[in-house]
């Protein structure tokens, strides 16, 4: 499937738990202009009329505005595009985020959840540019896969599928709010990494400092200590990279694809996450493939998901025409 | 992709460790005369002459036998369908499997290996009939999985897509050949199982008296004790049970299959086992998708990769015509 040049310009929205990117992107994803707001949690019609204020501001004066697309965090409805939860943004009940859109701005709006949003960002204008079959690995607070197989999405028989951050690794592993035990979200998610940091810390480490002020170390902290050189911050990351080089070696191992793309909150920290899975990678290796040649950084870091959601409005044009 | 009704006749060839099974098929994956002899090892020409013989035993009188269909043990070349190599058959080296048997037989010959022929084999006309996105588990001496999405066959960049037996599910597992640890294969293999069956057996269990005699216990010795009602073999079942489970919980996460499809030699034993996954699949769960729903016990048994051989051959003719 390629994305043929069209001629309108497409309004892009990450829909994030803190808070929302929107960007007036170009038919190759290009963002012209952005605005960024905190995310309105709770209630979803304070969502949604932020949302058509931003996309209203950004099409002022564009007349080729021609879509609307939405990478947006929780679980996205594959049919009608509602989204059917989102812990994130506390919404406990199925919201028609696509039809209360369409209305408020009157153009065709198109929505996936952020890591597929990701993946087809990727796959389009990034890292995964010219590659028909990728893995992209979203690593934040929470960790999930965007699948594209054939060019395609792969979104499984109820939209469900990329659950990666509940790969069970270890079944003696610690217990995982979704009943099982052992998951890799709970092993190398950022919730995890800030939580692993900021018990036991080494009255030397640099984090001591930050948990006792703080009271609680973040992902961040891990990733900038350890940049700083902080011994006991790199024996956290080098942990978290073990576990992701497990996740890669299982994802290589079921799916052999060509590319194995990470991104996500914690993959923005310069090559620092990258390198050390890499090197993880040296002794969990692939069966029969070499996880290290497959992987990659992510390109559009940080914009992955803003620019994928103009993706997915990309291929929801083409799809309907 | 349906598969249409073609005229002629298929020699399906199921090609394992021990033995070689060939039949002949009908287009609509029937099978209706069959031949099985043992497996030459080591020597590929006598494999060759071995399998054309069978060829043309099944073929005699048979003026409408179009093609030859292999589900062959090893790996086998995506784009040549030649086999890249394979412990089981003793090979070291590539053979020419394909181009070998054309000219012996003077007919097309089509060759996959065998957990994607019994995938197909299923999805054609078994436990996924009707199923466009399926994963065929082949649990046997080693561990496999044909994956069907989109009512095709997919194989992943290097035909390496499938390798479930090395999904790491126990990082601090037993070591595997592959380099890894904690692999499927190693916990929840046959030959895992046999291992596992021969060491601290308890005296009063009747596998005590099978591995004093023999040596060693199989895991069909484990399955046949179980049934019997051996309290000992029962918790050898369950704990492969376990394992099998975690390992569908992870492929129900990352894929979502409508169906999980559970076939190969361990899976041969009335419903003892699939009975005994379910019963872990309590509680293992999926994250958004319960993986009892998904779950389904092969439908083609030991036929599954004699029958998807025919499929294979089905298949490998639409894509020529």
Known sequence: VSL????????GVDIGATKIAAGLGTPHGRIQARLVISTPREDPDRLVTAVADLVAELARGQPRVTAVGLGTCGRVDPVDQSVMSSIALGWSRPVALRALLEARTGLPVFIDNDVNAGALGEHAWGAGHGVDDLIYLGVGTGIGA???????LYRGATGAAGEIGHMVIDLDGPPCPCGNRGCLEVLA?????GAFASTD???D???AAIALGQGAVSARDVFEAARAGDAHAQRLVRRTAEYLAVAIVNVVNVFDPQRVILGGGLAQTGDLLVTAVREALGHWTGCFVDGRKALVSTALGQDAALVGAVAVARHGLEARS
Do not use: D, E, F
Not at 146 to 152: A, D, E
């Open 4 to 11: 043929l040049p069209a001629r309108g310009l497409i309004v």
């Open 146 to 152: 965007g699948i594209v197989l054939g060019g395609r």
């Open 189 to 193: 998610g950022g919730k995890a990494l």
């Open 201 to 203: 810390v080494p009255g």
């Open 205 to 207: 480490s640099a984090l």
